[in-house]
């Protein structure tokens, strides 16, 4: 897959087999643990397969607790509450990121503060951060994007320099490592996602994953309602009561069973989702020389970091518009779209936001383009979609 140096557009039609963004990894598996979890008769939560479960997670991240939970978001405003996040605390988070995690903070009576990002990753930039602290905040969320840890060597010294805690939105992220270290463990709290759109999924859902003990217990209560019935269904008391605020947090057995049998694959997915990511970054490099697009500042030898390729994502660059190139690529039967929306730029975002120029963040916003990746996308669908891209930047591919 080399450069381009002639072109034609092959012609589409109803019968162009559709490139879709993203597809689970689904099979006979996911279907016979279905089955067996409802003729069993316990489809609740908390049951023994969502323990066992939580134990594979644990062991598998080098975790010391895992709490599945029924979202990601849901797990971090779990993690705010054990960490006795609430009125009056500032949150230092990404304005590219998801608004979920900004409503979790809100929810807690807590306040988002948004900070750029670095334009290599998109990941949070720790000189933004760390200028951004102030005597009211209480925690930094380092969101993984696209599944590339942060910096957390400088984060985690912002951390233990004011005394903060540190979070990881690790939604896109399982089975990424920084150092060594598996992402989402590294930090206070870390939270997974289970979404249809994630390298491994139960449809909805997510996890806590933390090495303290005493947030794992907060956890405990928060998600089983505000009661102590974890502990009961442990044998450790003899009845649970209130006594606590909570919420219901508790993924049901039919997702943990889906789980389990997605947990057999993560390892295979995350290989097949780095041999399309590599392509793909072989074949568009000369469109990024041509000043066409930007790629993500990926290096395959980088030893420091282990990247599960979750998403591809590109920036479009002036004068192409990104909305243009959508538009074409799904005319070309090809599914692509922007991402997240720049945070501090919405309507309701904006009155968290001082004003601060976040240049990277609204470049983002702007120009970032997603594209096909997926375990069994075929390599002569990915070039169609690379033959779909060179075509529509044409007129500089050659100059």
């Not at 590219?96 to 503060?113: E, F, H, K, T």
């Not at 994007?145 to 990881?168: F, H, N, S, V, W």
Request: proline fraction near 5%; glycine fraction near 8%; include cysteine.
């Amino acid at each position: 897959m080399g450069a381009h140096t002639t072109l034609r557009r092959r012609g589409t039609s109803s019968r162009t087999p559709w490139i879709p963004l993203y597809r689970p990894v689904i099979s006979r598996a996911e279907l016979a643990a279905v089955t067996h979890v409802l003729q069993s008769g316990h489809i609740g939560g908390n049951g023994p397969i969502g323990c066992h479960v939580e134990q594979r997670l644990s062991r598998r991240l080098h975790a010391k607790h895992v709490r599945l939970m029924t979202s990601c978001t849901h797990a971090f405003q779990t993690g705010l509450m054990a960490l006795q996040i609430g009125r009056g605390d500032e949150v230092i988070m990404p304005s590219y990121a998801y608004m979920s995690m900004a409503n979790a903070i809100l929810n807690v009576g807590a306040r988002p503060v948004f900070v750029d990002v670095e334009p290599a990753h998109l990941t949070i930039d720790p000189t933004a951060a760390r200028r951004a602290v102030t005597r009211r905040t209480k925690a930094i969320l380092a969101v993984h994007y696209a599944g590339y840890p942060c910096d957390m060597d400088a984060l985690l010294a912002i951390k233990r320099q004011y005394r903060i805690a540190l979070i990881e939105d690790a939604a896109q992220a399982i089975g990424s490592t920084y150092r060594g270290r598996m992402v989402g463990t590294i930090g206070d709290v870390g939270c997974l996602s289970f979404h249809e759109t994630k390298n491994i999924t139960c449809g909805e859902g997510g996890a806590l994953v933390t090495q303290r003990t005493d947030i794992a217990a907060c956890a405990d209560i928060i998600r089983e309602k505000g009661t102590n019935r974890s502990a009961f269904l442990r044998g450790n008391i003899p009845r649970y009561e209130w006594i606590a605020q909570g919420d219901n947090y508790v993924l049901s057995e039919i997702q943990a069973a889906i789980l389990r049998a997605q947990l057999v694959k993560l390892e295979a997915v995350n290989v097949q989702h780095g041999q399309v990511g590599l392509r793909y970054l072989r074949a568009l490099r000369p469109l990024e020389t041509n000043g066409a697009i930007r790629l993500p500042g990926v290096h395959p030898t980088n030893h420091r970091i282990r990247y599960n390729w979750h998403l591809f994502f590109l920036l479009v660059q002036p004068p192409w518009r990104r909305d243009d190139v959508i538009a074409q690529l799904r005319r070309d039967r090809i599914q692509a779209t922007f991402h997240f929306v720049a945070l501090h730029t919405t309507p309701f975002g904006r009155q968290f936001h001082d004003g601060t120029p976040l240049p990277h963040a609204e470049a983002a916003d702007r120009q970032l383009l997603r594209i096909p990746i997926y375990p069994g996308l075929r390599i002569a669908h990915q070039q169609r979609v690379i033959d779909a891209l060179y075509q529509v930047f044409a007129s500089r591919i050659n100059r």
